[in-house]
């Protein structure tokens, strides 16, 4: 039986929104890979989709052009942090190398290394209590311009 990220498996990209603290979204094109049913994304400890991705982990994502235009529906998700050496990160790392093999089998590693980031990879898994108000994302505060596109901060 199909699991709910079952559509992303064809995708290489995904659209990644992830909620700033005021509530407002974030989107933002990271490449998936996936190891039977588990998928996972990387970014690094000084970006800002990490910053917001420590304080809320609640996430939507959807397959996407490279260029970060969707291309299906968005789907609820949860983004898990997968720690540093552990089995799980390996396993991250080893799965978005072979499907990605120039850019993250090469590129991200290496400028990640230069740039002296920390590599953070996450799982994502399907979001379990959507009729529960506590996992949803916070509305945009009073006076904010929702629905505009915000800039990845």
Same mark, same amino acid.
């Given at each position: ?6 559509? #992303? ?72 942090? #997968?720690?540093?050496?552990?089995? +799980? ?13 120039? #850019? @993250? ?18 799982? #994502? ?10 996992? @949803? ?14 800039? +990845? @901060?």
């Amino acid at each position: 039986m199909p699991g709910p990220l079952e559509p #992303l498996r064809g995708a290489k990209t995904i659209l990644l929104t992830t909620y700033k603290r005021d509530g407002s979204a974030v989107a933002t094109p990271v490449s998936i890979a996936f190891d039977g049913d588990r998928a996972f994304f990387r970014s690094y400890d000084k970006a800002w989709k990490t910053k917001r991705l420590r304080a809320n982990p609640q996430v939507e994502v959807a397959p996407a052009t490279l260029r970060g235009r969707p291309t299906g529906p968005a789907i609820p998700a949860q983004a898990r942090l #997968l720690e540093g050496a552990d089995a +799980d990160a390996r396993l991250a790392a080893r799965a978005l190398a072979r499907r990605h093999r120039v #850019l @993250q089998a090469v590129l991200v590693p290496l400028s990640h290394r230069l740039m002296r980031y920390q590599t953070m990879h996450y799982e #994502l898994e399907p979001r379990r209590d959507r009729g529960d108000r506590g996992d @949803q994302p916070r509305p945009p505060a009073p006076g904010s311009a929702s629905g505009a596109a915000q800039p +990845d @901060q």
